[in-house]
């Protein structure tokens, strides 16, 4: 093309983003020389359809010679059949100049309405020349926002029901989904090399150093804490642990931070679904002289009792492995309900809503979380309604059922915070174990930490960006609106720093970390390893069925077997972890939606993806000598956003 100028219309891949309407535009200068109303048509041409980039030449525009580019103005009329119209970008590329400009829009464009972007449109509210068109379209992104929040227009369309009929057909054991399994090891016959691969832990359930390496590195890692004295509930005497301390002292091991313990005293009276029990249980892990994880004693219930009794790996070997499944029930209805589901999808969820209603889309805050908030809440609406809803996956095969999970997750958010369990530093000091010379092996740790620091280099570098003193924070009234809305109710993402004002640079990193390690890598943490750890059920039974042991009585294989889920629920289990570990979107920092072009802040992105590729090599060469390897935080394997 020979023209002086050529205008690049990028439209957005959305269900009816194409249009049919007349559109226009203006071009300006940096000194001010604006174009006269220029028609973007292409003769006999389709333009603007969904997910297209159309191009359209200028050829001296009213005998101006424009420099820089550094506004656009430009508006739709309300003709054709289509008129909706959803714009990505705008570029106007200056042939006279030799210089291409970039004007990211990511707006519903409305009609008669004139829109005018700067160049970059990156700014903070107090420095932007169109408070009111920002104001306007803040009111009006409130009101969409609501909308959204029920369509399923979001770019992912994730249909759970179609898929697990699909990979039910696929099963080699279709027909046999009813009854009961003759025997446990019948269950690793199913697998197959393609739908339905062996799980990688199928042959530990039995270990007692493999189920310690469940609290270090499987799907709910989050749990485990320094021991520093032994809870009076706990019903453990130095006497009864002796023979499994291997020549150390209770106190030693204590003192030498060798004890840990697992409380899940959360799960007290949960309200479970009808003929179901769920335990409340509370275990101790030491690290032996070889310094492995592994599990010393198991009381099911808080409180200590006769018909409560104190489990040991010196029991019944049979009684010993039930009791752990009784655990890992208990475990895995603490990792669905808040793990996954509240610590990640819903509160996440809520502050997605809270970015969109109250940063513009010219805020450079939004522009950097916009990416990790992709697929959330089209992906939340879609599991409640066929997880979590009556008589869905959860009522199915979990013993608390839809309500109990509901009902926990009610009692865990209201106490998560965003400075302490949002952070993963904090986190890890809280628990104690955050001195990577205390408890070896710890993988989610030592791996996490990596991806952690990562974030925060990247956001503090970009915070650095734009905000250069705190006046200029206090000034940015959409960040303080974004910070206090977080703050009035905690399930939607409380514990805000400074109860809801960001003060200091540091306060807003350590939100937008929270927000883009939870979105990334701690739903990786809590959802990839799901097929792997639940799929075969006497690994991490999600289901148990009678009533867990009261006496120390040796039991049988026979009464193992008939605590494990019948075939149809096996089935059904396997299916939707397998599902549910499957990753469709892009790994980290390599994002579906470009929303930033600031070449300032494009070069920090580059240089974090940079960091990721390193922070991926090392964790490679760690599982070259890991026992258990834990492949699950490789920045190649975890997605920017929460998509499933």
Request: with cysteine; aromatic share 10%; net charge negative.
């Amino acid at each position: 093309m020979k023209a002086d100028y050529l205008i690049y219309v990028g439209t957005g891949d959305k269900k009816n983003a194409g249009t049919d309407a007349n559109v226009k535009i203006i071009l300006e200068d940096e000194e001010g020389q604006r174009t006269g109303e220029i028609e973007l048509d292409n003769f006999l041409k389709n333009d603007f359809e969904a997910g297209k980039l159309d191009v359209f030449p200028v050829d001296k525009i009213v005998n101006l010679r424009l420099g820089n580019i550094a506004k656009i103005e430009f508006w739709r009329d309300n003709s054709g059949a289509g008129s909706h119209w959803f714009v990505d970008r705008i570029l106007v590329e200056n042939r006279l100049v030799n210089t291409t400009f970039a004007f990211p829009v990511f707006r519903w464009i409305q009609p008669n309405r004139h829109y005018i972007i700067n160049h970059l449109d990156t700014s903070l509210p107090q420095f932007d020349t169109y408070r009111e068109q920002r104001a306007f379209e803040l009111a009006e992104k409130k009101k969409a926002y609501e909308y959204t929040q029920k369509a399923p227009g979001m770019p992912v369309q994730w249909d759970l029901l179609k898929s697990k009929i699909n990979l039910k057909a696929k099963s080699k054991f279709v027909a046999l989904t009813s009854g009961r399994w003759n025997t446990l090891d019948d269950l690793i016959n199913v697998y197959d090399k393609n739908d339905f691969p062996p799980p990688k832990h199928a042959n530990g359930w039995k270990d007692d150093v493999y189920f310690g390496n469940q609290r270090l590195a499987s799907q709910n890692s989050t749990l485990i804490k320094l021991c520093t004295s032994i809870p009076e509930k706990l019903a453990v005497t130095e006497d009864m642990l002796k023979p499994l301390l291997e020549g150390n002292s209770l106190q030693s091991l204590i003192d030498d931070k060798r004890l840990f313990i697992v409380d899940l005293d959360i799960l007290e009276d949960l309200d479970c679904k009808d003929g179901a029990i769920m335990c409340s249980p509370i275990a101790l892990f030491m690290v032996d002289n070889k310094k492995q994880l592994r599990p010393i004693a198991i009381q099911l219930f808080q409180q200590p009792g006769t018909d409560n009794p104190v489990f040991l790996p010196t029991d019944d070997p049979n009684l010993w492995i039930v009791v752990k499944m009784w655990f890992n029930n208990a475990d895995s209805t603490y990792h669905q309900s808040l793990t996954h589901l509240g610590y990640t999808h819903l509160i996440m969820e809520g502050i997605c809503i809270c970015g969109n209603r109250n940063l513009s889309l010219s805020h450079p805050i939004f522009k950097l979380l916009a990416p990790h908030f992709l697929f959330l809440i089209a992906i939340n609406n879609r599991a409640l309604q066929l997880l979590v809803s009556v008589g869905g996956w959860v009522d199915k095969t979990m013993n608390c059922g839809a309500k109990g999970l509901v009902n926990l997750m009610t009692k865990g958010v209201k106490n998560w915070s965003m400075v302490i369990d949002g952070n993963l530093k904090e986190d890890l000091k809280k628990r104690g174990v955050d001195d990577p010379n205390v408890l070896p092996g710890y993988h989610y740790r030592d791996d996490a930490l990596l991806l952690y620091d990562a974030i925060q280099n990247y956001t503090s570098k970009y915070v650095d960006l734009y905000y250069d003193s705190e006046e200029t924070i206090a000034g940015d009234d959409e960040l303080q609106s974004f910070a206090k809305e977080m703050a009035l109710e905690i399930e939607k993402g409380g514990g805000v720093p400074n109860n809801g004002v960001l003060k200091t640079k540091k306060d807003i990193v350590d939100v937008v970390s929270c927000v883009i390690y939870t979105c990334s890598v701690s739903h990786a943490a809590a959802n990839f390893p799901q097929y792997h750890f639940y799929s075969f059920p006497p690994n991490c039974p999600v289901t148990m069925n009678g009533t867990p042991p009261k006496t120390k009585d040796p039991v049988d294989a026979d009464f193992m077997l008939k605590t494990q889920a019948d075939k149809d629920i096996t089935l059904d289990i396997m299916i939707v972890t397998k599902l549910l570990s499957n990753r469709g979107t892009q790994s980290l920092g390599d994002f579906e939606v470009q929303y930033i072009f600031d070449p300032n802040a494009l070069k920090l992105v580059s240089e974090f993806r940079q960091e990721l590729k390193k922070i991926s090599q090392t964790i490679k060469d760690r599982n070259k000598t890991r026992e258990f390897k834990y492949d699950y935080l490789d920045p190649e394997s975890i997605p920017n956003s929460i998509g499933i």
